[in-house]
């Protein structure tokens, strides 16, 4: 593998249940940042228990905020495959 390349499974350790869960309770941690991280778990992610995220996500903000990130995850996660369509 060459150094430009993406190592996938370093990136699929990153991108877990517990961890987008445990990232929401960072002070200063927004819906931004997670709507990033749940783009790159989609991406990334092996087996992520998406109904435990999005109602974490849920009692963390609202519904509201839920509708929010996943609008931005998907928009992020296609501009993603737009440029890397192999991953």
């Known amino acids: 593998?060459?150094?430009?390349?993406?190592?996938?499974?370093?990136?699929?350790?990153?991108?877990?249940t517990g961890r987008l869960i445990e990232m929401m309770h960072i002070s200063g941690y927004t819906r931004d940042n997670v709507a990033h991280d749940y783009a790159m778990a989609m991406i990334f992610g092996k087996?992520?228990?998406?109904?435990?995220?999005?109602?974490?996500i849920m009692n963390r903000w609202s519904k509201s905020?839920?509708?929010?990130?996943k609008t931005k995850a998907w928009k992020e996660?296609?501009?993603?495959?737009?440029m890397c369509p192999s991953q």
């Open 47 to 56: 087996d992520i228990d998406w109904e435990k995220v999005n109602h974490a």
């Open 1 to 16: 593998m060459g150094s430009w390349e993406l190592d996938t499974e370093v990136l699929a350790a990153l991108y877990t």
């Open 65 to 69: 905020a839920l509708v929010y990130i």
């Open 77 to 82: 996660r296609d501009e993603w495959e737009k």
